[in-house]
Structure formats: C-alpha cells, structure tokens
C-alpha cells in the first residue's frame, strides 16, 4: 500500500530565518521514517512551499497511485500550496498539526533577548497557525480530511498514526477482495439478502459467482494421498473428537481439499455460502464445516447461510489481523449480565482460548443432514462486533461495539460459542445493536478497533454507527 507524505512551509521564511527550513526538514524526516515503520510504501514529495512545488507534488501522487496522504505542517503555510495537491490527488488527506514538543520552554525562548531569532524558534512551533485556514479551504473546496494534532514524543500521535495507515491497508485490501458466492441464500433470511451491485459500489470488491457442479468436479478428483495430508492437518489445527468417525474424517477432508482448490483456481479472498440438496450435493454440503474452517483461520473467511453481507465485514476483521468470527446471537444471561454468541459454521480457529474441537453433529439444526462441527470459544479479553448494514434506501454503513470475551458456561452443543461483556449491559446492548438493523449475524475480532473500522470508514466514504 502506497502511502504520501508532504509538508508545507512558506518559502519567505527561509532567507529570514537560519536553521529553520533545516529543522523542519528534519522532523519531516522524523515522520517518513516512522510511517516506513508502519509497513507503508511511502511515497515522499518533500516540502512544498511554492505553488509550483505544489503541482509537481500532485503529480507524483496522482502518477504512484497513493491510497492516502499525510500532510505535515510543518510551519505556517499558504493554503495556495496545498489545494492544488489535494485536488488533484482525490484521496483521503490526513493533516498532521504536530509540534516539536508539548510545551515551549516560555522563559528560556523569552530569555534570548535577540526577536528576530526568537521569531524563527517561535515559526518551528506554530504548527497549529495554518490548521484553520486549510480547514476552511478544504471544507470550500469540498475536500475531505482529517487531523491529528499533538507533538513528536507523543504515543497517542503514531497510534493515530498507524491506525490510519492501517485502515488504508485494509480499504486497499477490500478493493481486492474477490468473494466467491456458491450456492445460494438460506431460503427465507430476508435480513440476509444482499444486493452485490451495492456491496462492490461500498467496498470496490469483486464477486465471483459459483456453482456447486463445479466443487463437485474438484472434489471427484481428490486422491487418497490428498485426503489423508488432509487428515494430519486436521489434527494439527483442531482437537479430533474420539467419536470422530474415520468415515467422517475422509468425506470432510476429501470436500476440504475441493473448497481449497476452488479458491485457488478462482484467486478467492472470502466466499458465502449454502445449498440444500440430493445425492452427493447433500454430501457435499454437509461436510464443509471443517474445510471451511481452515480457510478462515487462514485468512480465507468463508460465511455460512450465504451470508454476503457478514463475509465482508469478516474479511475487514481478517485484514485488520483480529479475525473475525462467523456469529449470530445465541442467548441472553441477565443474571452474569453477558450476551452470547456463536454459529454452527465456520470459525476462526486462530482466534480461539485454547485449542478448537472438531466434534460429530448428529443433526444440523435448521439445516439438511450430519456431519462434523466445530466447537470453539472465542479468546478472552477485548474484542470488538462488526456488522456491515444496508438501510432502507440501499446505502451501506458499519455497526460497531466493543466488549469483552468473558470466561464462564459455554453451550457444548458443538458449535462456537462465547459469552460477552458489553459496557451498556446485555439489555441494552441487545436493544441497541438490533436498532441498528444489521441482520442477525455478525463478525467477532480480538481487541478494541473501533477507532481503526471508524477510520476505514471515514477512507471509503462510509458511516459508522457505534454503540458505547
């Protein structure tokens, strides 16, 4: 992902003031290295402090195709060098107002008795003179941004930072995302039902529509030695249940390398499905669970249910290295005060507490036939709900609260299943997100980034609704 960076500066300046454009340049330096950290491909205009420094500058990140850019004020500037950049960029600006340092040290700067060079110590530290002139330029101008203010020693500055670089990763990450689509929806989930036109016009993502004749042929072509490599690695990733059938295993593994092949031959990065039918179709769909499990846990995020919607704000967890965990609401416990919530799909192994059990289902309630399941909790700590929601008009926004993954009984039904903490209480948080009308499942990641999926949101012109 191809990050830019540019400050600004008044070229007047530099004539009057010794060492102030070398000072500048050096905590513009400071910034690049740090953004380097963050996994970025920067792509650096310097300073610009000339109206004509500044076209060069929005050439060389219109020519890069950078995803988004940071500008850093490193001085007072004119608004004139820097609407040209961003004009012709077309892509979310970040300005940074950051100082040198919290504070002026007042009587040391008053006690150099000489105010020419005062004033140049005092323009090293004026960050803050130009915010509101670029901020009233852009709102004009209809430019979109955002700023981050504080000073260079400050932590809060790189988190924000990094969140931001983050979250372009991830919008870049959507832009490639190819879901595949097999099967078809679970007949009746009206919340379900997703309009793809709508979908890649939100996330800029590409739908490939499958069909199950086509896993069939891949799976008829499987061999003994694939299904048993298939095996081993099932024991590697899960604890096998002693009441595993051998016969189980095989049709499990022999469908899990047919799914690995599908996505491969088809470059998916996540996929939805369902299917309810006869014969070897039955087979098919039947022993998925498993399969599909090892494709998420390995940053292929398969949805169950057909479920478009939830598989892509999967995927937004997964690119954002937290997981994200096929969910719907199981129960409410308003004796603990926690919510809990799970599926009979796919999991995220990676973001389980302990190790994940594949364990055999007599029955797939609600859904044709037998076969093997998961049975997974998800790690305790922080963790944040991600649904991906269309309004009535169409449009599409994110739903958001953060909680905690909280140790206690779990429904050892062979599902996933975990309890929840939320800070409104299980009441509230119940009523809340349902308000919201996201369907009934959503996506469960590790840790608290609200403040990165609000950033994401904010990079692809997106809403967000967070609950607290």
């Known amino acids: 992902m191809k990050t830019g960076l540019f400050s600004i500066g008044l070229d007047t300046y530099w004539p009057q003031f010794d060492g102030l454009l070398d000072n500048l340049n050096g905590y513009h330096n400071h910034i690049s290295e740090q953004i380097k950290g963050m996994g970025a491909e920067l792509v650096d205009a310097g300073m610009v402090d000339t109206p004509e420094k500044a076209q060069d500058a929005a050439k060389l990140f219109k020519t890069e195709d950078v995803e988004i850019i940071f500008l850093f004020i490193s001085t007072y500037a004119l608004s004139s060098t820097v609407l040209p950049v961003v004009q012709k960029a077309k892509v979310p600006i970040v300005m940074l107002n950051i100082q040198p340092v919290a504070q002026l040290d007042y009587d040391k700067f008053n006690a150099m008795g000489d105010r020419g060079k005062m004033t140049g110590v005092w323009l090293e530290h004026c960050q803050s003179c130009s915010l509101p002139e670029l901020a009233c330029v852009f709102n004009r101008a209809g ?49 379900v039902y997703s309009d793809l036109t709508q979908q890649a016009a939100a996330f800029g993502n590409h739908f490939e529509i499958l069909e199950m004749c086509e896993l069939f042929d891949l799976r008829q072509g499987v061999t003994a030695e694939e299904i048993a490599a298939k095996i081993s690695q099932f024991h590697e990733k899960f604890d096998v249940s002693d009441e595993c059938e051998q016969s189980e295993l095989e049709r499990a593994a022999q469908t899990s390398v047919a799914l690995d092949k599908l996505i491969a031959k088809h470059k998916l990065c996540s996929m939805a499905y369902y299917y309810e039918g006869s014969g070897e179709y039955e087979n098919i769909v039947t022993s998925v669970i498993a399969g599909n499990t090892l494709l998420t846990g390995e940053n292929t995020p398969i949805a169950g249910e057909c479920e478009i919607k939830n598989v892509q704000a999967m995927k937004i967890m997964d690119l954002f290295g937290v997981g994200g965990s096929f969910s719907e609401f199981y129960l409410s416990d308003f004796k603990d005060d926690v919510v809990y919530l799970g599926h009979d799909g796919p999991a995220h192994f990676a973001i389980a507490e302990g190790r994940v059990g594949l364990v055999p289902l007599p029955i797939y309630h609600g859904k044709p036939g037998k076969g093997l399941s998961i049975q997974m909790t998800v790690k305790h700590g922080p963790v944040t709900v991600l649904s991906v929601v269309t309004r009535r008009d169409g449009s599409v926004f994110l739903q958001v609260c953060e909680g905690e993954s909280v140790s206690g009984p779990v429904l050892q039904i062979g599902n996933t299943n975990s309890r929840y903490k939320f800070p409104m209480g299980a009441r509230d948080f119940m009523n809340e997100w349902s308000r919201g009308g996201p369907s009934h499942h959503c996506a469960i990641g590790v840790g608290h980034i609200g403040d990165k999926l609000e950033k994401l949101a904010a990079i692809l012109g997106l809403e967000v609704r967070r609950l607290s």
């Open 143 to 191: 430019v979109d941004y955002h700023v981050v203010s504080g000073y260079m020693q400050e932590d809060y500055v790189w988190q924000e930072i990094n969140d931001w670089v983050d979250a372009a990763k991830v919008a870049e990450g959507m832009r490639q995302n190819r879901v595949g689509i097999l099967g078809h929806y679970y007949n009746g989930m009206l919340d």
